[in-house]
Every structure is written in C-alpha cells, then in structure tokens.
C-alpha cells in the first residue's frame, strides 16, 4: 500500500461523524477499541514508514510503538502482581525498558501489537471480585480497577493519535476514546500542568460530549476541575480537542477550526499544559 493510500486510509477511520454516545463507553471496551484502531494504522506500513518521525519530536512510530509495548508488559505484570499480593521488583520496570530498547524498529512494532493484544486479554480475565479489591500503587497514588484501566486508556488514545496523525495531519482521537478519556482528566489534569502568567479562572466547556471544567491558575499550582457549566465559557471545543490540550498536543498547526478560543487564551493554556 502506498503512503497515499494509507494517508486515505487514515481520513477515513479517523474523520467519520461522531456517533450517538449514548451511555459512555466503558474503560476495557474503550481500551479494545483503540488497540484495534492501532493495528488497523500500523500493520500496513513498512520499514521505512515506521521509521518516520512521529508526533513526538524524538520518537519514530517504532519507537511509540514500542513506548506501548513496553508499557503492555509492565501493566500485564502489574496487574499479576496486585493481585497475588506480592510486590514488582524495583528494578523490573529498568529491564523492559531495556530490553525493548534494544529492538529492532520492526521488532518494536511486532512485538507491541502482540503486548498489547495480551495485555487486553489479561485485563478482560480478570474476574468482578478481583477487578473490586483490586489496588496497585503508581508513585504516590493508589489506584483501584477503574482508575489504573482508565489510565491505560488515556495513554493508548494519545498514543495512538502520535501515530496517526503522522499518516494524516487533520486527524483527531477517536469519538469513543474522547468521550471515556474527558471524564478521566483530572489526575492527569493536575499532574501536567504548570503555573503560568497572572492567577486567575478560565472556564472550558466542550461538545462531543457536552462538558465544563474550570482550570484556576495560582502563583505555585493549578488546579483542573469540573465547572457547573453555567454562563459563558471563556474557551469551547470538542472534547478530542480538550483532551488533547491537556496533553500537550493542540499546538497551533494541530488546532481544529471548531476550537473558539481568543488567541491570549489559548495561547495561556497552551503554556499551563506543555505536555509530556
């Protein structure tokens, strides 16, 4: 397939309407949804194209593939480990990463695919009386079965547009992928951004789905937290385009026209999420 092709390809799967969401998708449907969207993206492209550079400035498309592959492995043990009670090696994480390093680009993508399917297949295993004392630790936050899934997602859904945004340029995330991750924002919310210019509140409220948040800047933090939605907003836009932002990824060349935001304004939130 030509990189023409694929570029079409990529319109196609990546611009479709929005669809009725109805009720929100769950995290493991959502989580499925977007490891097949990857295959999809990625099972077609040769050598030389997962050797481009992708969204990330340092990373190749091998290399955030094999950013999820790695990721695939350690969560798959962790999930182990959390519920046998035991805890995962200090140096366990260091080893993977290692390890996947030292891949080749197409090992990289290969092998990702295959993590990937496996770590899927493991959550979906695990049982509702497991998946409810479920606990595992990520530096200093405890996190029970929705919170450490979900955040899998959110991870996924941004990678996953790293990739595909390389094929297309006017791609956005996935409607089903925007509508879970919007509602799971706030720890990531809080963890990325960074305080800048003046303290004060700016309100957002976004479509697809309908949402409100209010970012309140401080001199020493930021806070990131549902609004009550009532009254103007100082910013509107999809939801992707939100999720994105938060991010780190909705610089100027990667603004849809449905983001209504004055210039100063945007350019301020841009500057309290830089990404990472």
Same mark, same amino acid.
């Given at each position: 397939?030509?990189?023409?092709?694929?570029?079409?390809?990529?319109?196609?799967?990546?611009?479709?309407?929005?669809?009725?969401?109805?009720?929100?998708?769950?995290?493991?449907?959502?989580?499925?949804?977007?490891?097949?969207?990857?295959?999809?993206?990625?099972?077609?492209?040769?050598?030389?194209?997962?050797?481009?550079?992708?969204?990330?400035?340092?990373? *190749? =498309?091998?290399?955030?593939?094999?950013?999820?592959?790695?990721?695939?492995? =350690?969560?798959?043990?962790?999930?182990?480990?959390?519920?046998?009670?035991? *805890?995962?090696?200090?140096?366990?994480?260091?080893?993977?990463?290692?390890?996947?390093?030292?891949?080749?680009?197409?090992?990289?993508?290969?092998?990702?695919?295959?993590?990937?399917?496996?770590?899927? +297949?493991?959550?979906?295993?695990?049982?509702?009386?497991?998946?409810?004392?479920?606990?595992?630790?990520?530096?200093?936050?405890?996190?029970?079965?929705?919170?450490?899934?979900?955040?899998?997602?959110?991870?996924?859904?941004?990678?996953?547009?790293?990739? +595909?945004?390389?094929?297309?340029?006017?791609?956005?995330?996935?409607?089903?992928?925007?509508?879970?991750?919007?509602?799971?924002?706030?720890?990531?919310?809080?963890?990325?951004?960074?305080?800048?210019?003046?303290?004060?509140?700016?309100? =957002?409220?976004?479509?697809?789905?309908?949402?409100?948040?209010?970012?309140?800047?401080? @001199?020493?933090?930021?806070?990131?937290?549902?609004?009550?939605?009532?009254?103007?907003?100082? @910013?509107?836009?999809?939801?992707?385009?939100?999720?994105?932002?938060?991010?780190?990824?909705?610089?100027?060349?990667?603004?849809?026209?449905?983001?209504?935001?004055?210039?100063?304004?945007?350019?301020?939130?841009?500057?309290?999420?830089?990404?990472?």
């Amino acid at each position: 397939m030509s990189q023409a092709d694929l570029r079409t390809a990529a319109r196609r799967r990546f611009h479709r309407p929005s669809p009725s969401l109805g009720a929100m998708p769950d995290a493991l449907s959502t989580l499925r949804s977007s490891v097949d969207r990857l295959v999809d993206l990625v099972s077609p492209l040769d050598d030389a194209a997962i050797a481009e550079q992708a969204y990330p400035s340092e990373w *190749t =498309i091998a290399d955030v593939l094999s950013h999820l592959g790695s990721g695939a492995v =350690i969560m798959h043990r962790s999930v182990d480990d959390a519920l046998a009670g035991t *805890t995962t090696p200090g140096h366990f994480n260091q080893g993977i990463w290692d390890d996947w390093n030292a891949k080749s680009p197409r090992a990289k993508v290969d092998d990702s695919l295959a993590a990937d399917a496996a770590l899927v +297949a493991r959550l979906d295993a695990v049982s509702p009386e497991d998946r409810a004392r479920f606990r595992s630790s990520l530096g200093p936050f405890d996190l029970d079965w929705d919170t450490f899934v979900g955040l899998r997602v959110n991870e996924h859904l941004l990678h996953e547009w790293d990739v +595909a945004v390389t094929l297309d340029p006017t791609a956005v995330l996935a409607p089903d992928g925007a509508a879970f991750v919007v509602d799971n924002l706030g720890l990531v919310g809080r963890f990325a951004a960074k305080p800048s210019g003046d303290p004060g509140t700016i309100t =957002i409220g976004t479509t697809d789905p309908e949402r409100s948040f209010a970012v309140t800047l401080r @001199a020493d933090a930021v806070s990131f937290t549902p609004a009550d939605g009532a009254g103007q907003p100082d @910013a509107s836009m999809p939801a992707e385009s939100l999720v994105r932002l938060v991010y780190g990824r909705l610089d100027p060349d990667h603004t849809p026209p449905t983001v209504a935001v004055p210039a100063a304004t945007i350019d301020r939130l841009r500057a309290v999420f830089p990404g990472f």
